[in-house]
């Protein structure tokens, strides 16, 4: 009986952790079931089928995912709902938590197509393991779901990835550096377009190396920015990741020539050591790094430039972490995301390198790296005060309701108070007061006096 009542209610619900990849990827599966017959819940209680989309990239991820399960084992023991983790996990803590039916199925992110067989089976009790397929799975010609009230969103347009940084456990749970087809992109962002978003986020490991082939034609990222800024020229894009490495003058170039192409590049250093790079098989310098935010700042001079940085990675002494400080007082970034490293099970640096920065050091080096960010963010927002900033709206202000939040072209956010606007308008907000995360503002109703290229 329990089961027919499994089989009628096919509803699911899912909770999504990680980057903007894994966002994108919840929208893609929330299709494919949709399209097999399932319905998306709203609430976790409601649904007969839970979906967890992981993230392993650091030990802090999967230790939260571990949580979360543990906190819900009882909704799954009394309800018998399913449990289904997709995405990022490492082999050794999928194969755990199905031996400890903490989960009844897990689907890498190659096999969400399958989706439906692996629900099918777990809820007659059989396994059914998800393996790495040889070919990646770009899931061009599945339509994102469409969020109702969302004016942003994210597309992915290469997944997996080839670089093999020696930390990273992303190529061996998502694999090989795949690029969609460029018209399927296109049209995908015309539909988005026309469904009421304002602003596209293309996402990729390494967008910098899209690159498709067929016959003698070869589109590559700065034709492809290109190609979407002027087909639907509305539209805001945006794009990340960018690999120091694979960035090149061409998408610079397109991106100054456009003004619907955002004005921020999120360029992960990692480290500021060249001795550092090299262990970690980064592939360039940081007189190359350096060089290139320079070139950034040459031809995009309001371009806004965020990092990714790790802290303790496998032999990093004292002089190693004075290098990264030196290397952001050099840029003085707008923003980071600033992390300490964790040592991923299957990477080069798990099985080759020893993790011997201790997790004190670890922690007080990274302590400085993010004091010193907020000293840079602090300087750099200070630079907008005064200026006027086209910002999409995008939904209220988490610290007041009279205000909206939204964000200009260099990703930074800026509230205001609400007047008659509304989410998804495109405004011009006079800049009056900061924090180090934060512009704060008004809106400027002189436009006739304001020229967007002077901002
Ligand atoms: N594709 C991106 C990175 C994706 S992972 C790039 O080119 O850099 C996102 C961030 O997580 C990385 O930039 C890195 O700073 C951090 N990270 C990755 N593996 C990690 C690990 N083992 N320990 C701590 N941080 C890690
Ligand atoms: Fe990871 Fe390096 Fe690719 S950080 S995602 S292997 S670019």
């Known amino acids: 009986m329990e089961k027919n009542q499994r089989k009628l209610n096919k509803s699911f619900y899912i909770e999504t952790y990680g980057c903007q990849m894994n966002i994108a990827d919840s929208e893609i599966v929330t299709s494919i079931l949709c399209n097999d017959g399932y319905s998306l819940s709203e609430y976790l209680e409601e649904a007969n089928i839970i979906l967890f989309n992981s993230c392993s990239v650091r030990e802090k991820a999967e230790l939260t995912l571990k949580k979360r399960l543990d906190q819900l084992q009882f909704i799954k023991k009394k309800k018998k709902t399913l449990f289904g983790v997709i995405g990022c996990l490492s082999k050794q803590v999928r194969d755990i938590l199905l031996k400890e039916k903490k989960i009844d199925f897990f689907v ?53 990835c080839d670089n093999m940084c020696t930390f990273c456990i992303v190529p061996f749970t998502r694999g090989r550096e795949i690029s969609s087809n460029p ?58 990741t960018s690999n120091p490495h694979d960035m090149s003058d061409k998408v610079l170039k397109i991106i100054s020539k456009h003004s619907n192409i955002c004005k921020h590049i999120h360029l992960p250093v990692q480290s500021g ?10 592939k360039y310098t940081r007189e190359k790094y350096l060089s290139l935010v320079n070139r ?53 640096a798990y099985k080759k390198l020893k993790d011997n920065v201790p997790q004190n050091v670890k922690i007080e080096r990274l302590k400085e790296i993010i004091d010193l960010q907020k000293k840079h963010s602090s300087f750099r927002m200070k630079e907008y005060l005064g200026k006027v900033q086209e ?15 939204g964000r200009n072209t260099q990703n930074l956010i800026v509230v205001f108070p609400k ?21 704060i503002g008004k809106i400027y109703k002189d436009v006739k006096k304001w020229n967007p290229s002077k901002i």
Not at 113 to 138: C, P
Not at 273 to 282: D, E, F, H, V
Not at 301 to 309: F, M
């Open 273 to 282: 050591s060249n001795k550092i790079l090299k262990l970690m098989n980064r």
């Open 419 to 439: 007047e008659s606007y509304k989410i998804g308008n495109i405004v011009s907000v006079k800049i009056n007061d900061c924090t180090p995360a934060t512009l």
């Open 296 to 348: 950034i700042r040459a031809i995009i001079p309001e371009c806004s430039i965020s990092h990714d940085i790790m802290t303790g990675f496998c032999n990093e002494e004292e002089k190693d972490h004075q290098d990264t400080l030196d290397l952001m007082n050099k840029i003085q970034y707008n923003y980071g995301y600033m992390f300490s490293y964790s040592p991923r099970p299957g990477t080069y």
């Open 108 to 160: 890498n992110p190659n096999s969400y197509k399958e989706m439906s067989n692996f629900i099918r089976y777990a809820m007659i009790g059989q396994k059914n393991l998800s393996i790495n397929h040889q070919k990646n799975e770009t899931y061009a010609d599945i339509s994102p779901f469409l969020k109702r009230d969302k004016i942003t969103t994210f597309l992915s347009i290469t997944r997996g």
């Open 391 to 405: 910002v999409l709206i995008e939904g209220e202000s988490k610290k007041n309701n009279q205000y909206w939040y």
């Open 183 to 240: 018209y399927y992109i296109i049209d995908e962002c015309k539909r988005l377009y026309q469904n009421g978003y304002k602003e596209i986020t293309l996402l990729g490991q390494n967008v910098d190396s899209y690159r498709w082939t067929q016959g003698l034609i070869t589109i590559d990222f700065s034709e492809l920015l290109n190609f979407l800024a002027i087909e639907i020229p509305s539209i805001r894009i945006r794009f990340s």
